[in-house]
């Protein structure tokens, strides 16, 4: 399961053939602009985190702030998409190198739901049942909601488990080590506004970040499993806008 050069065992939790041939054919070159990435995407996170932390920081909250936040969410997961690509076209690979292809698609997304599932039943456990979720927004931002959870998921799905875990294996070249060191990233990216909340002066938890560290570890884990099982992206980014949308119930 850890060494993709010994893969003759096949299990549930293995991970698919067409992702692991794939994951092969990465070498360091693709490491290091996988490196890069990282480093572009967590510059950028935390100078455009600076312009709203900055304006809550002056008290001058937005007139609407679920709307300011929409565009930020929007335009920073696109931009972190195209760098992707642009990356991912530089070094000679295609849409199908993301797990942006047909070929498991159906298989991916149903996976998606199963885990997803569980995921809504354990919330609805804590909650104590159906009846006492409570809709974070109303009826008119309920889709414009989704399609932030959709459009920020895909973002992350696209940086973290389609782009840079699959290449540093070319540099690690072990499955596990790769899983880590990606896991360990995904979640520094979620703390990169501690450098403008420090600039800002808002203060900022750190020892939180060694609560949230194995957890967010955990989560890049089953996201993963769902990619690297059918080398497709489209049910990860689902489970991953749904997870994100559990946690606001």
Do not use: Q
């Not at 909250?61 to 300011?68: H, I, K, L, R, T």
Request: glycine residues 8%; charged residues 10%.
């Amino acid at each position: 399961m850890w060494d993709y050069r010994h893969n003759d065992k096949k299990g549930f939790f293995s991970a698919g053939k067409d992702y692991i041939a794939l994951t092969k054919s990465f070498n360091k070159k693709d490491a290091r602009f996988a490196a890069l990435a990282l480093l572009i995407s967590v510059i950028f996170a935390n100078l455009i985190a600076i312009i709203p932390l900055t304006i809550y920081a002056r008290g001058d909250e937005p007139a609407n702030p679920f709307w300011f936040s929409f565009w930020f969410n929007i335009v920073g997961a696109a931009v972190i998409s195209t760098l992707v690509f642009i990356l991912s076209r530089v070094t000679g690979h295609g849409a199908s190198s993301l797990g942006l292809n047909k070929k498991g698609t159906i298989k991916s997304i149903l996976l998606a739901v199963v885990i997803g599932s569980i995921g809504l039943l354990l919330v609805l456990f804590r909650l104590g049942g159906i009846s006492n979720v409570k809709l974070p927004y109303t009826a008119a931002l309920i889709m414009p909601r989704i399609l932030w959870l959709l459009v920020a998921s895909f973002g992350e799905e696209l940086l973290f488990r389609a782009y840079i875990g699959p290449r540093l294996y070319g540099v690690f070249k072990s499955a596990f080590v790769s899983i880590v060191v990606t896991g360990l990233s995904f979640g520094l990216m979620h703390f990169a506004a501690i450098i403008p909340i420090m600039i800002v002066g808002a203060g900022v938890e750190l020892s939180f970040m060694l609560v949230a560290m194995p957890i967010y570890l955990v989560w890049h884990i089953i996201y993963h499993f769902v990619y690297a099982k059918y080398n497709n992206i489209w049910g990860p980014t689902l489970l991953h806008a749904f997870g994100n949308f559990l946690l606001l119930l």
